[in-house]
């Protein structure tokens, strides 16, 4: 008998994912093999993924792999390299967020008394509806249905129904629902789930509905005695996949009907089952409030996922007499208003209007060019997996794809995509694209991507292995229908082929043959087809860069893999936690290879990308400009702030920043000098366009005073729109601001303004500002920085005095556009 001992190394505890994903290393060996959890002392069968997560396994668990069988020995040399080396990956689901710290009550929301009710944000943002309660089944009608000898195939008919089921709702899934419902999927596959079913209808003489119920019930035990919050959080998968598993045999009982909402809905229940929540039409879900939900839940990360606000903190039973009350969700705040009046709605509306203002900033300015301050242009595109995540991407300002993942159509199935499929994924993402690049990488498969269907073995260092380019010749026809596909597709878009793990010219020529026999078939067939297609290589062999004036003379294009370069030249395993530390992305050494690629590149005519997820790292792209990178490929949620950060660059002062680091001795120096590299914010007018407010129906002091706030952080002025409404108030209760002639001008000296800044609302009706000084109708605000040069308190004096003057006062009233006001402002005043 072989043995491994390690220490669990997953944040998460030993929960579904990985508990699968160890299952699968174990399956592909004859030897029986015994997890052990030696702090605890259970055990399971580790070729069972539902017994694993039963051991109750935490972070740091003291564990052990007992192997005992005819191929024990090759058996524990894969698998303890797996242990150390991979098994933290396969911890993919997201860790629970932190909890969200609610900012205190805005001054402006509490002085209108609204009816609160205190919770805790489990995801933020703001929703109104009608509150309305979820009611789960009983279980206790099926616990009722008598045994039968139909029970064992019923089983088996009902786990393959839901597999089937499921299956096909993952067709249509993406993102974070893909991969709960392909957790779901692969725990009511594992045959510990079934097959304890069955052993309590054949030992314990229950029927068929009381088994799984019962099976329900012990492992849900078993989970809630762990320490782990996690782990407690997945007896609620557990109960969904049970539940599914009931409603599928028995579909005629399930008692409650399709929760339909017809109106904008506040969702109340104890917890929802993430299958639950894919039921719901969340275009009506406003937000929902959930009694037993925890942080990690899959849940709430769906809500996340779908910008669905979330509170907790807050029971049912307490909520149940709300019901058919209109209320609003505030998750900024913590807090759900019970039947809002006029001036809390307008409010919320306020708040809303704002939050719509900044994603419409955020995508416009997204879709500007990607320019350094001197007019220096890059290409800024995205890492996508599936044609799916483009629209997306596009929307963030992508211009491009610059690395399209095909690997991932191979995953999670049992055969390879045909070429039909293949092109119809491609075409999708090139008509998405409208004639914008897109980079297809050829399938990165083998090695760390294991596709059971290749039965490619085993390796002890997959990465240094038979993966990518290299298991191309034994996949000839394999990678001939992907080139066929992709050439297929080329013809409705603008594509770009990509090799990835190239370390020889000789594969490259090889790649080049393929595809010409590929085309030449087309072409025979009369199908239709890309003429030509440029052809790059993922850079990622250090060997590479010392030949890559070869590869000029065969390709088009250059993609920097950062992540693979960087463990390859420093032979570190950035998974092994023994050696992680010293996996550093920024060196002397990388600078100076980046440096050297590129200049070589650029020397015979082509293009540089980076597609690794350095590329995305904002600290570093003072550097990698500099070195003369071409184009940038990250997830698209990165690109606004990519682009926003490229614009205030100056790509010549980047280039001796990169030369200095190229001379650097050490990674610490580096720092030191991006450190000491900040870039000035160019200075911005106290006056600008953008600040003022005309024909905005704010009709309250408690709308006009965040709203002006609120549109300070859209432009970049303050990141503590809350904060500085504060600091506001506090001067509005020493003195009203109110100053005569239907003029208000509140003030305050902040540390809170970024850029000094005079804010001005005309609003459509008079308002009560709550002074003797009568209604105002103009609002001209002064924030002005703590440490700035101008006295906030004479800006105030030079305004009243100015308003005295009735010529000034009519032309001021008279100026029926932003730009007429903010002349007449620049002409008349001494700012």
Known sequence: MQTIEFLCPLPNGLHARPAWALKEQCHAWRSDIRFINTRLNT??????????????????????????????????????????????????????EAPLVAHPLPRSLARLNPDLLQGITLAGGIGSGTLRCWQNDSL????????????????????????????????????????????????????????????????????????????????????????????????????????????????????????????????????LTPSQFLSLETRQLAGMVLEKTGRTSHTLILARAASIPVLSGLTVASLTPLTGKKVILDGEHSVLAIEPDRAVSRYYDVARRLA????????????????????????????????????????????????????????????????????????????????????????????????????????ENPFLGYRAVRIYPEFTDLFRTQLRAILRAGASGNALLMIPMVHSLEQILWVKQILRQAQEELKAQGLRHAAQLPLGIMVEVPSVCFIIDHFCEEVDFFSIGSNDMTQYLYAVDRNNPRVSALYNPVTPSFMRMVRQIVTAAHRHGKWVGLC?????????????????????????????????????????????????????????????????????????????????????????????????????????????????????????????????????????????????????????????????????????????????????????????????????RESLFAAETPQALLDLLNSELNL
């Open 140 to 271: 206790e009608c099926y616990r009722q249905i008598p045994a039968s000898p139909e029970d064992i195939p019923r089983l088996e008919h009902s786990l393959a129904a839901l597999a089937e089921q499921l299956n096909q709702r993952l067709q249509g899934l993406k993102g974070e629902s893909k991969t709960i419902v392909s957790a779901h999927l692969s725990l009511i596959q594992d045959s510990e789930f079934g097959g304890t079913i069955s052993r309590l209808i054949t030992g314990e003489r229950l029927s068929l509905a009381q088994a799984i119920i019962r099976n329900m019930e012990q492992i849900c035990h078993k989970l809630s005695l762990s320490a782990s919050d996690y782990l407690r959080e997945r007896a609620s998968d557990i109960r969904d996949i049970s539940e599914q598993l009931l409603h599928i045999t028995w579909p005629d009982l399930k008692q409650t009907p399709a929760f339909n909402m017809e109106e904008p809905t506040v969702l109340v229940a104890e917890d």
């Open 43 to 96: 055990q399971a069968d580790a070729k069972s993924s539902l017994a694993l997560i039963g051991t109750g396994t935490l972070f740091n668990d003291s564990c052990l792999l007992e192997i005992n069988g005819s191929d024990e020995e090759q058996a524990r040399r894969v698998l303890e390299h797996y242990l150390n080396a991979a098994f933290i990956d396969s911890d993919t689901l997201p860790v629970g």
């Open 356 to 459: 719509e203002r900044q994603r419409r900033q955020q995508f416009r300015d997204a879709s500007l060019p990607a320019r350094t301050r001197d007019n220096a242009q890059v290409e800024v595109a995205a890492n996508i997996g599936s044609a799916l995540e483009a629209p997306g991407a596009f929307d963030c300002g992508a211009e491009g794809v610059g690395l399209f993942r095909t690997e991932m159509l191979y995953m999670d199935r049992d055969a390879a995509p045909d070429e039909q499929e293949q092109f119809e994924a491609y075409q999708q993402v090139l008509l998405t694209a409208q004639n914008r690049p897109v980079i297809f990488r050829t399938m990165d498969i083998g090695g760390d991507k294991q596709i059971p269907y290749l039965n490619i073995p085993q390796e």
């Open 612 to 808: 690794g997820e350095l590329g995305g790292e904002s600290r570093y792209l003072p550097l990698l400009l500099g070195l003369g990178i071409d184009e940038f490929s990250m997830s698209g949620s990165r690109i606004p702030a990519f682009k926003a950060q490229l614009r205030q660059l100056d790509s010549h002062l980047c280039r001796e920043l990169a030369e200095k680091a190229c001379d650097c001795r050490s990674p610490e120096e580096i720092e030191t000098l991006l450190l000491g590299f900040a870039p000035e914010t160019p200075p911005r007018p106290l006056l600008a366009l953008e600040n003022i407010i005309m024909g905005e129906p704010l009709a309250s002091k408690e709308e006009v005073i965040p709203f002006l706030c609120g549109n300070l952080a859209i432009h970049g002025r303050t990141e503590n729109p809350q904060e500085l409404e504060e600091d506001l108030w506090q001067r509005e209760e020493i003195v009203t601001t109110a100053v005569g002639f239907g003029v208000a001008i509140p003030h305050t000296k902040s540390q809170w303004i970024r850029h000094s800044s005079i804010s001005i609302a005309r609003l459509p009706q008079p308002i009560d500002w709550e002074s003797d000084m009568g209604e105002v109708e103009l609002v001209i605000m002064l924030t002005l920085g703590a440490d700035e040069g101008i006295n906030h308190v004479k800006v105030f004096s030079q305004l009243a005095r100015r308003l005295v003057n009735k010529a000034f």
